[in-house]
């Protein structure tokens, strides 16, 4: 297989161009198979962090993030997608006041998808997986050293960077894909004075051999804010 795994989208909080470079990306590595690794959506009016006065309440920042979303659907319509732990904020939120998952809509109903939602996948001895409780400086170290084998991981906005190991039987590797967000959003307000920048790339998995694709989208460069 020919996978494509695109970074943490946070919608509505996407970077403008990140889509077109998914896609450029996709068909330049003539890739067969589509990997959301996690939080697609964002959830920022419902989460139990402090809220930014500037953003959507619940209902718009949810309208907002399905048509959004549609995008991404309709030019990658088989997709798989890695549950995140923004996406599972409804379900956790329900929870704390005993709701129990039954109560609450599928993801493909909740967003008018037909993709397949699941923790985690394996393709070609690789696992995708979200990351979450992967953190530090080389997320991707510690993703690989507890899989032991390979995995692909988002979840860490600042990082991008595949690592390998090897013994006398087997090699292993772990990518971090980096993200697609937008800094600048006001859900990301929390990070401005962070000195780590979310790294803006997408990660290509050809036969089980990882490659990182950085956008370039400095200015004026192909992926520029001001070119969309």
Same mark, same amino acid.
């Given at each position: 297989m020919k996978v494509l795994v695109i970074g943490d989208l946070h919608e509505p909080a996407s970077r403008k161009g990140y889509l077109q470079f998914c896609k450029d990306t996709y068909a330049k590595w003539q890739c067969n198979k589509v990997v959301f690794i996690g939080d697609v959506a964002d959830f920022h009016a419902i989460s139990r962090h402090e809220k930014e006065p500037q953003c959507k309440g619940p209902q718009d920042e949810y309208e907002y993030t399905k048509s959004q979303l549609a995008k991404w659907h309709r030019a990658f319509p088989g997709a798989l997608v890695c549950l995140g732990n923004h996406d599972l904020r409804p379900e956790r939120m329900a929870k704390c006041v005993s709701i129990p998952k039954t109560f609450l809509k599928g993801y493909? &109903?909740?967003?008018?998808? %037909?993709? %397949?939602? &699941?923790? &985690?996948? +394996?393709?070609? /001895?690789?696992? @995708?997986? *979200?990351?979450?409780?992967?953190?530090? %400086?080389?997320?991707? #170290?510690?993703?690989?050293?507890? +899989?032991?084998?390979?995995? =692909?991981?988002? *979840? #860490? *906005?600042?990082?991008? &960077?595949?690592?390998?190991?090897?013994?006398? %039987?087997?090699?292993?590797?772990?990518?971090?894909?980096? #993200?697609?967000?937008?800094?600048?959003? @006001?859900?990301?307000? @929390?990070?401005?004075?962070? $000195?780590?920048?979310?790294?803006?790339?997408? !990660? =290509?998995?050809?036969?089980?051999?990882?490659?990182? =694709?950085?956008?370039? #989208?400095? $200015? !004026? +460069? $192909? @992926?520029? /804010?001001?070119?969309?």
């Open positions: 493909n &109903e909740l967003w008018g998808t %037909k993709w %397949k939602w &699941e923790s &985690e996948f +394996e393709i070609d /001895n690789v696992t @995708y997986r *979200h990351g979450t409780g992967f953190g530090g %400086k080389y997320p991707a #170290c510690t993703a690989m050293t507890a +899989e032991r084998g390979n995995i =692909v991981i988002g *979840h #860490c *906005h600042a990082r991008a &960077e595949i690592v390998w190991s090897a013994s006398r %039987k087997n090699r292993i590797f772990g990518m971090s894909v980096g #993200c697609g967000i937008d800094q600048e959003a @006001y859900q990301f307000a @929390y990070g401005c004075d962070l $000195k780590d920048r979310p790294f803006l790339s997408a !990660g =290509v998995v050809l036969d089980g051999i990882p490659q990182l =694709v950085p956008m370039a #989208c400095g $200015k !004026g +460069e $192909k @992926y520029d /804010n001001a070119r969309f």
